[in-house]
C-alpha cells in the first residue's frame, strides 16, 4: 500500500513538533544547560580523590572555623544508615549571608558529593540524599560571610553505595 504524499507531509510536522515541544521541555526543566553555565561546573573538585584535594580545588586556601549556629544531621539514626545508596542528610543553620555548602564524604572514591551555591532569598534547613561507600565522616562545609565553618558526623552504613 502506498502512503499518499499530504499523509507523509503530515507525519513529518507531526514528528517536528513533538521533537520541537521536547526540546523545549527538557531545556525549561534545565537539563539542558547553556554552555556558559557548564563553564562554573567545579570539575576539579568532584574529580579529585581526597577530601584535602577537594576543599583545595573548590574552596582555595582558607582556614575552617567551628561554630555552634552549624546542625549537621545524617540519616536516622544520624549516625547509621542501612543502605549507604541513599543516605538522608538535613543541614541547619543560624549562620547569616550563607553562599555556599559544600558535602563531602571521607571514604568514597571521590569525597565531593555536593556543592551548592546560594542566594540571600534561599533558606535552611536544606534536605537531601547522598551516597556513602562504607563507614566514614560526612562533612558539611559553609561560606558564609567569607569565613568557613565546618561539622562532621562519622556514619556507619551497613551496605555500601559506591562501586
Not at 553555565?37 to 574529580?47: I, Y
Request: hydrophobic share 50%.
Amino acid at each position: 500500500m502506498m502512503i499518499k504524499k499530504p499523509d507523509q507531509q503530515r507525519r513529518t510536522f507531526i514528528k517536528g513538533a513533538i521533537s520541537a515541544s521536547t526540546m523545549a521541555l527538557v531545556a525549561a526543566s534545565g537539563l539542558l544547560l547553556p554552555q556558559r553555565l557548564l563553564a562554573h561546573w567545579p570539575a576539579d573538585a568532584f574529580s579529585a580523590e581526597t577530601v584535602e584535594d577537594a576543599l583545595l580545588a573548590l574552596l582555595g586556601e582558607a582556614e575552617v572555623a567551628t561554630d555552634s549556629a552549624l546542625a549537621f544531621k545524617v540519616g536516622a539514626p544520624p549516625s547509621y544508615a542501612v543502605n549507604g545508596a541513599s543516605v538522608p542528610i538535613e543541614i541547619q543553620s543560624d549562620l547569616k549571608n550563607i553562599e555556599r555548602i559544600a558535602v563531602l564524604v571521607e571514604k568514597n572514591p571521590f569525597p565531593l558529593v555536593m556543592n551548592l551555591e546560594f542566594t540571600p532569598v534561599v533558606k535552611l534547613p536544606f534536605k537531601s540524599m547522598i551516597k556513602i561507600r562504607e563507614d566514614s565522616q560526612v562533612m558539611a562545609i559553609i561560606r558564609a560571610d567569607g569565613k568557613l565553618y565546618k561539622t562532621t558526623r562519622f556514619v556507619e552504613v551497613d551496605i555500601g553505595g559506591c562501586g
